[in-house]
């Protein structure tokens, strides 16, 4: 349980809010893998080839009952910001227990242009009409995020390199190295489910 915990823990740090400016986050799917690279279909249409170290980290995505957003939970949120400045939820994900206080606070993302991420803990879950209403705390301040209907909701289980096979969506976590692309993490659906962060 304790190695567990501490692979989470390692994925986590840093996985899922703002990584440094040499690292990037690539969102495709996988056209070709091998024991030492997987070539991606970025979302732009790019094809990227990019090295798999012995030390990657690798994560299932899996989708999970929006009941799950529950008051205690702690959450990374993507969401737009309206012109009032309300926030839309574009995603939820519920991390697991392990990884409570990953990334903690609330700052720019780029799922889409103009989007935010909010990681915090849900103090409130209010019904509304076509969705819920959510209040996210952290240690900085509050947030209160409009969850609509049908939005994804998600969570993360440690995984291996048999997620990562032709065909499979992937976000990955990568950076240039010695002249290379390189994974760092990567976060992988099963049967074509496409990890929505």
Known sequence: MRVLRLAVLAFFSAAVFAQPAATMRLRGSI???D????????????TLTIAL??????NEVLPIDP????????????????????LAALEVLVFPEAARGTGEGHSPW??????????????????GAK?????????????????????????L?????????????????AQNREGK?????????RNGFAPPM
């Open 31 to 33: 056209e070709k893998v």
């Open 35 to 46: 024991a030492t690279s997987i070539v991606i279909k970025e979302r732009n249409g790019e």
């Open 53 to 58: 170290p012995d030390n990657v980290a690798v």
């Open 67 to 86: 009941a799950a957003i529950q008051s205690g939970k702690f959450v990374g949120v993507a969401a737009m910001p309206a012109t009032d400045g309300t």
């Open 110 to 127: 780029d799922l889409q242009p103009g989007s935010t991420m909010t990681n915090a803990t849900v103090t409130n879950v209010t019904p």
């Open 131 to 155: 969705g819920h209403s959510m209040t996210l705390r952290y240690k900085d301040g509050e947030k209160t995020i409009f969850v609509p209907e049908g939005i994804p909701v998600v969570t």
């Open 157 to 173: 289980q440690p995984g291996d390199r048999s997620l990562l096979v032709s065909g499979a969506r992937v976000l990955v976590t």
């Open 181 to 189: 692309l390189t994974a760092l993490r990567i976060a992988a659906g």
